[in-house]
């Protein structure tokens, strides 16, 4: 059974940091790609982050550009998310997704193949 399993969210102050971990489990991840999103209330899923598992290329949304880094642990079969500067509107739930296809990952989330629970990240101004 393919999991991913998502921690490492709270709550912190506004110019803080989090950083968040992907850990996956019940299948090679080789040739996929594995991204993060976020859900604020009242909002649609939005893409922030997603990294080759292969070669650890990156590619970020505008928002988190220079703030959120994406990194990958291949032996630990973990993806991570390092959330720094963060900013009161960066409030949501966080959640990691898996899939063999970039375009799918990052432009048609309602085709993603793997997804996890998710993890809440509260910015307090």
């Known amino acids: 059974q393919v999991q991913l399993v998502e921690s490492g969210g709270g709550l912190v102050q506004a110019g803080g940091s989090l950083r968040l971990s992907c850990a996956t489990s019940?299948?090679?991840?080789?040739?996929?790609?594995i991204g993060w999103f976020r859900q604020a209330p009242g909002k649609e899923r939005e893409f922030v982050a997603a990294t080759s598992w292969s070669d650890g290329s990156t590619r970020y949304a505008d928002s988190v550009k220079g703030r959120f880094t994406i990194s990958r642990d291949n032996g630990k079969n973990t993806v991570y998310l390092q959330l720094n500067s963060l900013k009161p509107e960066d409030t949501a739930v966080y959640y990691c997704a898996a899939d063999s296809n970039i375009v799918v990952l990052t432009a048609t989330p309602g085709r993603i193949r793997y997804w996890g629970q998710g993890t809440q990240v509260t910015v307090s101004s």
């Open positions: 019940g299948r090679t991840f080789n040739g996929y790609f």
